[in-house]
């Protein structure tokens, strides 16, 4: 989709990646570094706490959806 990410979680823990993507149609990739990335947060705080929450989100579906598949399931309460 026009103007998706991915590796977000990388650049927000400062962690390796750990998934891959492969893209269904021709598209032009952008490589964004860690060091530009964080100058990026510095000069835009309200951008830099969306991120986190979205980081944090992720997350939190990517693990509900891991215990899914194993026949876990649980609510997260807010």
């Given at each position: 989709?026009?103007?998706?990410?991915?590796?977000?979680?990388?650049?927000?823990?400062?962690?390796?990646?750990?998934?891959?993507?492969?893209?269904r149609?021709?598209?032009?990739?952008?490589?964004?570094?860690?060091?530009?990335?964080?100058?990026?947060?510095?000069?835009?705080?309200?951008?830099?706490?969306?991120?986190?929450?979205?980081?944090?989100?992720?997350?939190?579906?990517?693990?509900m959806?891991?215990?899914?598949?194993?026949?876990?399931?649980?609510?997260?309460?807010q």
């Amino acid at each position: 989709e026009n103007g998706s990410f991915f590796g977000e979680i990388a650049l927000v823990m400062e962690v390796r990646r750990t998934c891959s993507v492969q893209a269904r149609t021709v598209c032009e990739v952008n490589i964004l570094q860690q060091n530009a990335f964080d100058a990026i947060l510095m000069d835009n705080p309200h951008f830099a706490r969306r991120m986190n929450e979205l980081v944090v989100a992720r997350q939190l579906d990517s693990c509900m959806a891991r215990s899914h598949q194993k026949g876990v399931d649980f609510k997260v309460s807010q």
